[in-house]
Antibody
Framework: EVQLVESGGGVVRPGGSLRLSCAAS????????MSWVRQAPGKGLEWVSG????????GYADSVKGRFTISRDNAKNSLYVQMNSLRAEDTALYYC????????????????WGKGTTVTVSS | DIQLTQSPSFLSASVGDRVTITCRAS??????LAWYQQKPGKAPKLLIY???TLQSGVPSRFSGSGSGTEFTLTISSLQPEDFATYYC?????????FGQGTKVEIK
């Protein structure tokens, strides 16, 4: 079964750090890019960051650039995001998602999602 | 950054209705657009990618169209299980972005 399981969420004080992990199973992890998407309570989806299959290309939302770092360990079938200088507005449910594309073309899409891990930034 | 604007933000409809949601991009994105459905307490589910390609397993009453800056998601005959929030997403260039969402509720 294709599966993504996030972990590492919790309560952290403003200015603090947290590292989220996403364990992948049921597919060849290094065949795919990966992304993090978050959803603040009662709000819409916000794309946070993405990484290509080998970590050579990454992207970030403006809201997290310079504070968050995405990475992956293909040997461990795992995706990570290191979150520093956390703010109250980073409070959200963080989803890990697999990035796929058609056999021909680069019209990416996110076809497998985890259940998410909750991050709360509060003093 | 590319902004996506969905309309309407809220839609009230009845079972059997034809429903159309529009997503407009602030600049051209070719067909690098996906649609997702999200139900309360659940992760998003991919419906459509490349603007008009139906994801495997998604009912054929869902369809997508458009290219450039204007896109639509259509549900041909709304079913009880379709009441949810729908999001478009552009994956043309980083940073990828989502529309603000369209909540479809029962009339």
């Amino acid at each position: 079964e294709v599966q993504l399981v996030e972990s590492g969420g919790g309560v952290v004080r403003p200015g603090g750090s947290l590292r989220l992990s996403c364990a992948a199973s049921g597919f060849t992890f290094d065949d795919y890019g990966m992304s993090w998407v978050r959803q603040a309570p009662g709000k819409g989806l916000e794309w946070v960051s993405g990484i290509n299959w080998n970590g050579g290309s990454t992207g970030y939302a403006d809201s997290v650039k310079g504070r968050f770092t995405i990475s992956r360990d293909n040997a461990k079938n795992s995706l990570y995001v290191q979150m520093n200088s956390l703010r109250a507005e980073d409070t959200a449910l963080y989803y890990c998602a697999r990035v796929n594309r058609p056999r021909v073309g680069y019209q990416y899409y996110m076809d497998v999602w985890g259940k998410g891990t909750t991050v709360t930034v509060s003093s | 950054d590319i902004q996506l604007t969905q309309s309407p933000s809220f839609l009230s409809a009845s079972v059997g209705d034809r429903v159309t949601i529009t997503c407009r991009a602030s600049q051209g994105i070719s067909n690098y657009l996906a649609w997702y459905q999200q139900k309360p307490g659940k992760a998003p589910k991919l419906l459509i990618y490349a603007a008009s390609t139906l994801q495997s397993g998604v009912p054929s009453r869902f369809s997508g169209s458009g290219s450039g800056t204007e896109f639509t998601l259509t549900i041909s005959s709304l079913q009880p299980e379709d009441f949810a929030t729908y999001y478009c997403q552009q994956l043309n260039s980083y940073p990828w972005t989502f529309g603000q969402g369209t909540k479809v509720e029962i009339k």
